[in-house]
């Protein structure tokens, strides 16, 4: 079959140019593998939720294609658009309606029978736990509650593409872990998933593959083992027993105090932590605990988005 | 999509929009049904038993048909505009625009729904003007078929009129500053006989008044201009306004950034 040989998603000199002239893409190519899960990474106004409107039909390319699974969205409109749920930013359903209701006419527009419609809905409302909120108008569930729904809705037609934009925002630690396990798990089953956030420890710790876009370019799109090779320093928060009078010195590694019981360090990936530590002992410091100053994807993200920053300064 | 999963998708729409309006039937039901009763009550009783004949009608009669169509007319047009606006302002009219459905379901989806509620409320209100008026039908094919059509052809602008809206002041400015002027000027309360060879030439420029007189003819047998024309009239209105919905809608005017 068609679906089963081509990407999940292939975009191929996309570019968007918004009236009054904004360049919201230039010429992007984007190819997803079926089954992946996929992070598209930018700050804000980079392009992404314009990358993901186009792909679900909300925003009118200026030129380029995309191909969902082999059909283009132009050409093969329909068959396109049965293949993609999408769980946008802002909450889109009619806020006086209940979930049920919001599910089954979604599944309708689907040209689902409302059998199966009730059926599916069931089965997703149980599983991001909404059911007992069925019959609830949906102005009155809580923000997480709301972006579930988005969730179950964008699930009722089953698509094999998911496009998430930033699902997690606003969303307490707890939920945002069991919204990660649902999404590992339907993309177990086999559903791609394409997601952008803001959250890089979320990219890091669901994602495979990673496109990072910035004024509307990809800068890097590589697998996230690939990407996080590439880190050649980590900074270091070093808890010490002792309080610190001052800085003490230590040759190669650059250490800077942070407070009387902390300091900070960025290392190399060749150098070596125990003489670090070793030196240390020597000088009667005390190391109680080490960690990472920032996400180790964080580093990475704004090392690239500073060097595309530059170059587009000197174009 | 094939044919049957158009017609789940078709259907699934006018049975949102119905069960809308259904749900907030305060708002949409019972306000059109007092209005009407409050005309009948005055222009029809009080004011109609002091004015006598009109058309050789008692003034009851002669009016009873063009407030049906007046309450047909405000309720198509109303219940659209106010539902596709409100799903732009929500924003849930993207969870059309990310379907299959294709453009011209969703522009049959919304007018069939409002049709069922400028019709269920034309019919309650011929209902409640049995209590006032005496009636002989005098055509069932030219009442129901101009009813119709002009349901179908106010649901259309309803429509364009949503698309188009950027607030919620410019789905009143259209009812309140156009709709409204046309339908009083409209053949509803007088007969244009009333008005000398000039200004009734002006009212033959009002579609209204075209849909007023063939209704009323359909219902009593007297109208002041050829019922054929007014059939063409509202058809040839539909079919533009048609085209020009579906154009709006496929180009993703105002709806698609």
Sequence with gaps: MKQQSEPALAISQLSKTYEGGFQALKSIDLNVAPGDFFALLGPNGAGKSTTIGIICSLVRKTSGSVRVFGHDIDQDFSTAKQFVGVVPQEFNFNQFEKPIDILVNQAGYYGIPSKVAYERAEKYLKQLALWDKRDTPSRTLSGGMK?????????IHEPRLLVLDEPTAGVDIELRRSMWEFLQEINRQGTTIILTTHYLEEAESLCRNIAIIDHGQIVKNTSIRELLKQLNKETFVLDTREALDSC?????????????????????????????????TEQGIHVLSMRNKSNRLEELFFDLVEKNLQENDHE | MNNSQKWIAFSTIVRREIHRFLRIWPQTLVPPIITIVLYFVIFGRLIGSRIGEMSELPYIQFVAPGLIMMSVITNSYSNVVSSFYGSKFQRNIEELLVSPTPNWIILLGYVVGGMSRGLGVGAMVTLLSLYFADFSLHSLPITIGIVLMTSLMFSLAGLINAIFAGS?????????????????????????????????????????????????????????????????????????????????LEKGSRLRS
């Design chain 1, 147 to 155: 972006r579930r729904l988005m969730i179950a809705r964008a699930l």
């Design chain 1, 248 to 280: 003490p010195e230590v040759e190669g590694y650059p250490l800077t105090m942070v407070d009387d019981h902390s300091l900070e360090v960025a290392i190399d990936k060749s150098q070596s932590v125990n003489k670090l530590f070793a030196a240390l």
């Design chain 2, 168 to 248: 919620f002041d410019d789905i009143s400015i259209i009812p309140t500053f156009v709709l409204t002027p046309l339908i009083y000027l409209g053949g509803v309360f007088y007969s244009t006989d009333m008005l000398g060879d000039f200004w009734g030439s002006v009212s033959l420029i009002n579609p209204i008044l075209y849909m007023v007189n063939a209704f009323r003819y359909g219902m009593v047998g007297i109208t002041d201009i050829n019922v054929a024309w007014s059939f063409i009239m509202v058809g040839l209105f539909s079919v533009v306004l048609f085209g020009v919905a579906l154009r709006l």
